[in-house]
DNA sequence: TATATTTGACCGAC
DNA sequence: GTCGGTCAAATATA
């Protein structure tokens, strides 16, 4: 571990992303511009380019090897993303605290896992959508904290027993910033979404979030661009400042991930708020599983970008500005800060 | 009518 | 007694 080496290759990857974010701003001009063919053509140049340089940022980080101070502190699991313990957080069960409803969970044991996410995609009234259907059950305001915990559980909760819960909080210093935490696993099933019923409503999704926002498919995969990539930066973080605990995710709490489609462009990202999606990663956002592991960041990032690619034919004249969406470049990866795509 | 959200009350832990 | 997590009735929405 040199940390010269490590200095070096931390302004590299600060670099690199700084080219990835000025290559969003000239899509984004294209996007602009009247649609034709050629820009058409143009965009999905662009696109790959922010893969290419993506692929590369992640060649950096792993470079560093940093992985290795990430990996044992992930097996702490214990820490907020601020660094103060997690009363809630704890590996095991939680069918113990089943046995007794309204128990505190504080001595209950579950598998937790922590994210800060930005509002993009979900407007004001939250973060965006994470791929899972959620149920909002509760609401509380929390002792020393400006705004109210919310408190949702998988839609399939009584129909398939999926005991997947999540807490979201909006952060003290940052309102565009959600502190979620996710307890338990998903145990339900893709197809169990899309028996008849279905939300009818998307909760966590604000349609007046901008006033730009018209086409639904760039939206929403501009949307999860935004959302994912926030992710993964905050692994890159995470493995790079090898402070954050996070636990990794089994594959047994992420059964549905696919090798082939991590995120279903058949059901724009952020969209899909009514099931939980075939196809789809059933742990996007909260998904921080083992970021050491080959292709998992990779995956993340280029996934999101090829989705954006994957619906520019649609875009026709409308577009979501990506102005919205900036990487914060002045994050301090020794401070353990987050770097995030934020959503002014 | 079915489903989701809101919100006060309840409960156990501390 | 306080606090955090959950329940469940009332209400809202499509």
């Keep these: 571990m040199a940390e010269g080496g490590e200095n070096g290759g931390r302004a590299r990857l600060v670099s690199e992303l700084g080219r990835v974010q000025d290559l969003v701003r000239q899509l984004e001009l294209l996007l602009h511009a009247p649609s034709d063919a ?5 965009g999905r140049r662009l696109i790959h380019q922010i893969v290419a340089l993506t692929d590369r940022s992640i060649g950096m980080a792993r470079a560093t090897d940093l992985a290795a101070h990430f990996l044992p502190a992930a097996a702490q699991q214990q820490q907020t993303l601020s660094g103060a313990p997690s009363p809630l957080s704890d590996a095991g069960s939680d069918q113990a605290f089943r046995a007794s409803p309204k128990k505190r969970k504080a001595t209950a ?12 995609g979900g407007g004001a009234e939250g973060p965006a959508d994470d791929g899972h259907s959620w149920r909002k059950y509760g609401q509380k305001d929390i002792l020393g904290a400006k705004h109210p915990r919310a408190y949702y ?12 819960t999540k807490q979201v909080q909006r ?48 939206q929403s995969a501009l949307q999860g661009l935004a959302a994912r990539l926030t992710v993964a930066t905050a692994a890159t973080d995470a493995v ?3 402070a954050a605990a996070l636990p990794p995710m ?18 724009p990202v952020g969209s899909d708020s009514y099931g939980c999606p ?20 990779q995956e993340v990032v ?8 994957s619906h520019l034919p649609a875009l026709d004249n409308e577009y979501m500005p990506l102005e919205c969406f900036a990487f914060d470049q002045s994050f301090d990866m020794d401070g353990g800060a987050m770097p995030s795509l934020f959503y002014p």
């Design 240 to 242: 790079i400042g090898g």
């Design 38 to 42: 050629a820009s058409v053509e143009l």
């Design 278 to 297: 075939q196809g789809v990663s059933p742990c996007p956002v909260p998904g921080y599983r083992d970021w050491g592991s080959d292709g998992d960041l």
């Design 250 to 267: 089994t594959p047994e709490s992420c059964p549905a991930r696919g090798a082939s489609s991590p995120w279903s462009l058949a059901s």
């Design 302 to 309: 280029s996934a999101a970008a090829f989705a954006a690619v």
């Design 171 to 218: 952060t003290d210093d940052d309102p565009t910033l959600f502190d979620v935490v996710y307890h338990g696993e998903h145990t339900c099933r893709p197809s169990g979404s899309g028996s008849g019923g279905g939300a009818r409503r998307a909760p966590q999704h604000n349609p007046h979030a901008h006033p730009q926002q018209h086409n639904p498919h760039a």
């Design 153 to 164: 559980r998988c839609t399939h909760r009584n129909s398939q027993n999926c005991l997947a």
């Design 109 to 120: 044991r579950w598998t937790s896992q922590q994210a800060r996410v930005s509002a993009a």
